[in-house]
């Protein structure tokens, strides 16, 4: 009986050790923010659904995050990336010092540096060309490298760090999961993104009002 008591201790003290060096695993030198700056927590899920026009009048889903070096010294940073859901369009990435662009469910991966203290927009954007959603995991590596004469270079994995999964929603508001609006579905009124009213659909997003009173935001490509 003893033993077996002993044996049980000696197992949950190997269960909690073990939690925890998972969990020292995360290595915080670099972190997920929001644009104020409030850090985003490992393993956190985000909706965004907001749609902005860029200055090409193309329609697009912002990521929202940013990264920060937590040191006051150069940090060598890499990402993966997992597209586990691609309805359609594609996902523009831009981080952290070169832009790839991406239509179907993949893994890729990225590296480079920030500079010390910096605070570095993702500059990552789903562009739908429909209805539906694009499911991306975003998860940070510190990174060792070596000095070369233009920055950092000959990046290895060095630790883990945070991971945050963005779900980029473009929900069709006329038949979500097959729900039925209720009302007439009339249009009353058109507007371009700057409030202009226009009598026909124009390229780029359109904001329109129907008579049940729903404003819908639409892409017209």
């Known amino acids: 009986m003893k033993r077996q008591i002993r044996f ?16 020292d695993e995360i290595d915080n030198t670099l972190q997920f923010v929001d644009e104020a700056g409030n850090v ?18 193309d329609s697009f889903i912002s990521s929202g995050l940013y990264v920060k070096n937590t040191t006051d010294a150069i940090a060598g940073v890499g990402m993966d ?19 790839t ?3 179907t469910v993949e893994t890729f ?13 993702m500059t990552t954007e789903w562009y739908p060309s429909a209805y539906g959603d694009c499911v991306v995991t975003f998860k940070l590596k510190v990174m060792d490298y070596t000095e070369g004469s233009n920055g950092p270079t000959n ?6 760090g945070p ?9 069709d508001p006329a038949g979500i999961n097959g729900v039925e609006i209720s009302g007439t579905s009339e249009i009353v009124a058109r507007y371009t993104l700057q409030g202009q009213r226009i009598s026909t659909p124009q390229r780029g997003l359109n904001i329109v009002k129907y008579a049940d009173g729903r404003t819908v935001k639409t892409i017209i490509k």
């Open 81 to 99: 990336v997992t597209i586990s859901k691609m309805d359609n369009g594609s996902l523009s990435f831009c981080f952290p010092q070169s832009c």
């Open 155 to 160: 990046f290895s994995l060095k630790a883990y």
């Open 101 to 103: 662009y991406h239509k």
């Open 40 to 57: 985003i927590d490992n393993g956190t899920t985000i909706t965004r659904a907001e749609i902005e026009v860029d200055p090409f009048g």
């Open 8 to 23: 049980l201790m000696f197992l949950a003290a190997t269960v909690f050790s073990l939690t925890a060096m998972a969990d």
């Open 163 to 171: 991971e945050v999964t963005v779900n980029f929603s473009y929900p």
């Open 109 to 121: 991966s990225s590296d480079g540096y920030l500079e010390a203290s910096e605070l570095k927009d």
